[in-house]
């Protein structure tokens, strides 16, 4: 069965340098908003900034038949923040990020949450000899590290993104954060992974799909596009159509069962609409792979002849014939 989620923070006002776009909207419409969706099942809520009480947001969430696909935890909004959450060179300014980071899986117990996941956007540089690598490397890795092992039940997902806030992100593709992981030594750590940001980050999201999938640790996947430039946050399919097919591909391949949790950013399109088709276009390319397995669409993939490989995908995923 697929499932899908939503991040809250796209239904109501979003905005960019420039304009605002949509209503502001209550936890509580958010949540009703997310009902209408045929698709959608599950949310993924903002810690601390857009939820109310444990027992408000958990009872709202069971009002409306919604599961907590995760918690995310926000480490990059306080003033504080701004130089760098995880990394910073405050010791205090470290504590109170994997404090927040902690108080998200104590949020997540309370709800009936079963991940946390964090995007450290705040921990980056921008310019040469800006930052001490190696000394903000040790610093990720002990701070992830005691957010981690803390409530080990509630798994930790750490997202990698390739810039924003920060011009570059010391977190910027999925090896890189592999190689955290395996510093970290704590098998419950996870990977989530961005479509968007891989694609702009220069990388193959269903590359990095398979080589978290073949790590043994968990991941867990946002959906997304945007056009290989900025992280426009776009529907599914609408810019890179064939690689989405391969990502979708690929997560049936490995027998994802998670949540797709479209972290998408309507702003000039209905919101439900654009929601209602991200989980429209990842259903139908799913069901579709579940027809190609069985004319042996693996068996052409990886062979010294790549026309054959994509004469199929004209007939079979395009359907010209």
């Not at 903002?46 to 918690?71: C, D, M, N, W």
């Not at 064939?242 to 027998?255: M, S």
């Not at 994802?256 to 919101?271: A, G, N």
Request: net charge negative.
């Amino acid at each position: 069965m697929i499932k899908h989620a939503i991040i809250t923070s796209f239904l109501g006002r979003t905005k960019d340098r420039f304009h605002e776009y949509n209503e502001p909207k209550t936890l509580a419409e958010k949540f009703a908003m997310i009902n209408a969706i045929p698709s959608a099942s599950g949310v993924e809520v903002v810690y601390p900034y857009e939820v109310e009480s444990p027992e408000t947001t958990g009872s709202l969430a069971r009002v409306h038949g919604l599961q907590f696909a995760a918690i995310n935890a926000n480490v990059k909004a306080e003033p504080e923040f701004r130089n760098g959450g995880l990394t910073s060179p405050d010791k205090h300014v470290r504590t109170k990020a994997v404090r927040i980071i902690k108080e998200a899986k104590d949020f997540a117990v309370a709800v009936g949450a079963n991940k946390v996941t964090c995007c450290p956007l705040s921990d980056g540089y921008e310019f040469s000899f800006q930052s001490d690598y190696a000394v903000a490397w040790r610093r990720l890795i002990d701070s992830f590290g005691e957010a981690a092992d803390y409530r080990r039940e509630i798994p930790l997902f750490i997202e990698y993104k390739p810039s924003e806030t920060r011009g570059a992100c010391f977190l910027n593709n999925a090896a890189k954060t592999l190689l955290l992981l395996k510093e970290i030594g704590i098998p419950q750590l996870g990977v989530t992974l961005d479509f968007g940001h891989s694609i702009y980050g220069g990388n193959n999201p269903a590359e990095e799909l398979v080589l978290l999938a073949e790590s043994g640790h968990p991941y867990y996947l946002h959906i997304n596009d945007n056009d290989g430039r900025w992280d426009w946050d776009y529907f599914c399919g609408a810019k890179h159509i064939l690689e989405y097919a391969e990502f979708i591909y690929y997560a049936r391949r490995y027998n994802y069962q998670d949540y797709f949790t479209s972290d998408t950013s309507p702003t000039r399109w209905d919101i439900c609409a654009t929601f209602e088709a991200n989980g429209r276009i990842t259903n139908k390319l799913w069901r579709l792979f579940d027809q190609l397995e069985s004319q042996g669409f693996a068996q052409v993939i990886g062979n010294d002849n790549f026309l054959k490989t994509w004469q199929f995908i004209e007939e079979n995923l395009f359907s010209l014939r």
